[in-house]
């Protein structure tokens, strides 16, 4: 234990993604790392190699160790398509060869896509508890691979707490799943139900995932806890404009897209609309992250690229946040999943700013989080396309003078999503075989 507090004082780190990664699971580990770290602790991460990055670096104290094959990650980059404003077309053979690569791929590998990593990951974990004898061992998913090196540690006798920290559920994740469930399916659930039944702890992000989980494995019930997402925007954030246009009202979405879960198809139709009604060019909508995978949803709507809408790509931490507290209004497209809540709503929440919320059902998770939120526009998207109404209903939000939301109230509600609270959460699944109860029940 940590003589400064509660908590292990040596902790070990198994996540795919890290710093510099552009992703809600690396802004999360990275603010825990340091924050630990900070409270005095000695904290190692395995992860994932990065072309331009050493293999072993020590930053803001947190002992980062890259493993597996830089070229395979370069690799991995190329053969995807790109995405943001620019568009690069490859010739017709690198075109079909890729895509025959890629449905080869993607038809065979397991756990995830990740799996070429597993074997570095797991030869540097194995000779890092050799070494530094950590009193927690944490195996972070997505990538579930981290959760497989974990279980490949965690033989009865081990002197750590093993804690499993899922940010997708995996085994049931139907609407986007991690491999080939017609291939896999079965050998998922006996894989999945084998590593909670040696993991100490279990934690997830929303109740409704719990309860999945907890259906499915009733055994491990009792070691399943919610810790929910974590506020955790860099501290500097300077505001700025997303255009050189002068007076329109802006909206931003920044996350990243999934064909299957999270697609933009009712927003655009929506912003065409608005754009299509009296002063409707007075407005402009703006992609932050990855939308390579939906093209095919801003097919339609090439003829506003650049003149309305505004797709950035994935850019650097800092200037997302900057963008997220200029936007007069921030967009969220809910999962279409019950048991997930997207990470930026909370993010979005802590900024003050508008949020304009488009769900799939009216039970929505983040709907459910909005509840209380005094300024904020739920609409439900309707399958055949935006009616009349939801136009006018944004419009009117999009004029409304907005009442700001003052910093105690956005503190006393974020207080759950807060890193020290999040951090002590952690904490008491790592010291003991009680799980927390859920946070997020206010």
């Known amino acids: 234990m940590n003589s400064r507090g509660r908590g292990p004082g040596k902790v070990l780190i198994i996540s795919f993604q890290y710093w510099p990664a552009l992703n809600a699971r690396a802004f999360r580990w990275t603010a825990l790392a340091e924050a630990w770290v900070r409270a005095g602790r000695e904290v190692h991460v395995v992860c994932a190699r990065v072309p331009d990055r050493p293999a072993l670096e020590t930053r803001n104290g947190v002992r980062v160790h890259r493993v597996g094959s830089a070229w395979v990650e370069r690799l991995r980059g190329a053969v995807m398509p790109r995405s943001g404003g620019t568009t690069v077309k490859p010739n017709a053979v690198w075109r079909i060869l890729t895509a025959v690569a890629r449905n080869l791929w993607h038809g065979i590998y397991w756990p995830d896509t990740s799996c070429t990593w597993y074997f570095a990951a797991r030869n540097k974990a194995r000779k890092l508890l050799a070494t530094i004898d950590p009193d927690a ?6 990538a579930f ?34 491999n080939n469930f017609r291939l896999y399916r079965q050998l998922n659930i006996r894989f999945e139900r084998g590593c909670f039944a040696a993991a100490d702890s279990v934690s997830v992000t929303t109740a409704e995932t719990r309860e999945r989980y907890a259906a499915l494995f009733p055994e491990s019930a ?16 300077t505001a700025v404009g997303h255009s050189d246009s002068s007076g329109c009202r802006q909206l931003a979405f920044l996350g990243r897209l999934y064909p299957t ?20 060019k007075r407005y402009e909508l703006h992609f932050y ?18 003149k309305t809408l505004f797709l950035h790509g994935l850019v650097q931490r800092e200037r997302a946040a900057s963008a997220m507290h200029s936007a007069d209004v921030l967009v969220n497209i809910g999962n279409d999943t019950r048991y997930q809540l997207p990470s930026k709503i909370v993010e979005y ?15 929505d998770s983040s709907a459910k989080f909005l509840a209380d939120h005094p300024a904020h526009l739920t609409l439900v998207a309707r399958v055949g396309g935006p009616a009349p109404e939801d136009v006018n209903r944004l419009r009117e ?8 939301i003052s910093k105690a109230v956005l503190h006393k509600w974020l207080a759950p999503y807060t890193l020290p609270e999040i951090s002590s959460r952690y904490d008491a699944l790592l010291s003991s075989a009680l799980a927390p109860r859920d946070p997020s029940n206010r």
């Not at 879960?261 to 409707?280: H, K, N, S, V, Y």
Request: aromatic content about 8%.
């Open 261 to 280: 879960i999270r697609r933009p198809d009712f927003l655009l139709a929506l912003f065409a609309a608005l754009g299509e009604a009296p002063e409707g």
């Open 349 to 363: 929440a802590m900024t003050g700013r508008p949020i304009l919320n488009l769900v799939p059902r009216p039970d």
């Open 222 to 237: 009792q070691k399943i806890a919610v810790i929910p997402p974590l506020v955790a925007l860099p501290e500097t954030v």
């Open 137 to 142: 061992v944490v195996s972070v998913s997505p």
């Open 397 to 404: 939000f999009l004029e409304r003078n907005q009442e700001k």
């Open 145 to 178: 691979t981290a959760v497989a090196v974990g279980r490949s540690l965690a033989h009865p006798t081990r002197g750590f707490r093993w804690l499993i920290d899922l940010g997708d559920p995996f085994s049931f994740a139907e609407e986007a799943p991690p």
């Open 289 to 306: 992250g990855e939308t390579r995978e939906c093209g095919a949803s801003f097919a339609p709507y090439q003829y506003m690229v650049g």
